[in-house]
């Protein structure tokens, strides 16, 4: 992705109530309507759900759905919202301008715990089937997230679990979440099916852009600026290395 035209900023507002997570693809957290997202164009969005991303047994394998100059990170956040202009999100996922994604990743950060998820983790063990749920107090989702909010790529498209409908405005952030291996690997292993087989790689192939435009409100720093860069630097030693060259003539 390539950051192509600035946007303006996005916020959260009102993420401390009381969630309860349950199952569907993923761990889904259910989220307080009072929990809403304003995109720069001033639409605002509800939140409805927040769920999960991960890859294999191990941290070898990773899940995020999208990548990021063909990276794929370990986990991968969804904040599923809804336009607020619908009455609902059951109305909101069948219009062409319904949903908003904002996507965050989770990196994996030798031996640092990441106490904010601590709690989320600790329940996991409620949910191992398909069908159950449990009630988490004391979760703050701001917490869950990236420290910044502010800088994203933007661009229309679907949902990436069934039906995969067209009306996603999807905000993947570039700033990601830290957790540590142990958590990754509990998190990965949280969720059994009804054979008792972890639920694993529950992601969706990379999908083709398809003349798409991504946005994004940063300047990302292009491979091509990194080899600018070091050409320059190379530039700039042979020049000191004939300039000394040069002194040492003149010495003589
Ligand atoms: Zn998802």
Not at 107 to 124: G, M, P, Q, R, V
Not at 160 to 168: F, I, L, M
Request: proline letters at 4%.
């Amino acid at each position: 992705m390539r950051a192509l035209v600035p946007l303006l900023s996005l916020f959260l507002l009102g993420t401390q109530a009381q969630h309860g997570a349950q199952w569907t693809y993923s761990v889904q957290i259910s989220l307080p309507s009072t929990m809403q997202m304003t995109t720069a164009d001033g639409t605002r969005y509800i939140a409805q759900q927040m769920h999960f991303h991960w890859g294999g047994a191990s941290s070898e394998i990773s899940g995020s759905e999208h990548t990021v100059d063909g990276v794929r990170h370990v986990i991968e956040i969804h904040v599923v919202h809804y336009n607020s202009k619908y009455k609902s999100y059951d109305v909101a996922q069948g219009a062409p301008d319904g949903l908003a994604v904002l996507a965050a990743f989770i990196e994996l950060k030798d031996y640092a715990e990441n106490t904010y998820y601590t709690s989320f983790i600790s329940h996991l063990a409620n949910i191992r089937y398909p069908g159950q749920n449990t009630t988490v107090t004391s979760l703050d989702i701001r917490d869950m997230l990236p420290a910044d909010l502010q800088h994203y790529y933007s661009y229309q498209g679907s949902l990436t679990t069934p039906p995969c409908s067209e009306n996603v405005h999807w905000f993947v952030l570039a700033d990601s979440v830290k957790l540590s291996k142990a958590q990754v690997l509990r998190l990965e292993n949280s969720l059994l099916d009804h054979e008792n087989k972890t639920i694993q790689n529950g992601y969706r192939r990379t999908q083709p852009l398809n003349h798409r435009v991504v946005e994004a409100n940063f300047v990302y720093p292009s491979n091509q600026e990194y080899v600018l860069a070091s050409e320059l630097q190379s530039y700039l030693s042979k020049i000191n290395n004939n300039l000394s060259y040069l002194r040492r003539l003149l010495k003589r």
